[in-house]
T-cell receptor, first 117, second 113 residues
């Protein structure tokens, strides 16, 4: 089946530094990938829609200058958390669909646990 | 935009008990609905989906869900749960034409031996 790989699975960084998270579709091409954030005991909240070769579309309330998204190829999207602060500590999850239909199921990465100290 | 709501946030039950998790959607037009599961330490996985046709949808691991249009509901059921069904369950619906998903708040299910 379709596999989405996310790296790293966990990262600890100091406040003020930047962290890059990679999301790769291993056996399919993904024109569109989605980045979610999950707080403890809460649901997934969509942060942005990443489109290959164009600018990402951010959800309301998500700072585009803080959460930089680059979708440079059909198999790779990256999320960079810039100037991270403790409140950015969260679980970040990417997803992609292997079929080019809006209602086809999403395949999720394993997530990245970010801890900002 | 479409949205979903899940009624139960935490459910604790014993093995062999029956499970039903509620999910209500907000939109009255064409509806596509999903149930995802997240086992401890693992990524989200698709349990089942409804697009059209038979309102009773069979999924993996013995799960099923019934789409009831008159009640705007898409409840998830399993007749007899196992300890391995301990997980968090999310109902979801496409929120736009690009296919981004709107998730419900999730239901944490704990199955005790």
């Amino acid at each position: 089946g379709a596999v989405v790989s996310q790296h790293p699975s966990w990262v600890i960084c100091k406040s003020g530094t930047s962290v890059k998270i990679e999301c790769r579709s291993l056996d399919f091409q993904a024109t569109t990938m989605f980045w979610y954030r999950q707080f403890p005991k809460q649901s997934l909240m969509l942060m942005a829609t990443s489109n290959e070769g164009s600018k990402a579309t951010y959800e309301q309330g998500v700072e585009k200058d803080k959460f930089l998204i680059n979708h440079a190829s059909l198999t790779l999207s990256t999320l960079t958390v810039t100037s991270a602060h403790p409140e950015d500590s969260s679980f970040y999850i990417c997803s992609a669909r292997s079929e080019n239909q809006y209602n086809s199921p999403l395949h999720f990465g394993n997530g990245t646990r970010l801890t900002v100290t | 935009a479409q949205s979903v709501s899940q009624h139960n946030h935490h459910v604790i039950l014993s093995e062999a008990a029956s499970l039903e998790l509620g999910c209500n959607y907000s939109y009255g037009g064409t509806v596509n609905l999903f149930w995802y599961v997240q086992y401890p330490g693992q990524h989200l996985q698709l349990l089942l989906k409804y697009f059209s046709g038979d309102p009773l949808v069979k999924g993996i691991k013995g799960f099923e869900a019934e789409f009831i249009k008159s009640k705007f509901s898409f409840n998830l059921r399993k007749p007899s749960v196992q300890w391995s069904d301990t997980a968090e369950y999310f109902c979801a619906v496409p929120a736009d034409s690009w296919g981004k998903l709107q998730f419900g708040a999730g239901t944490q299910v704990v199955v005790t031996p």
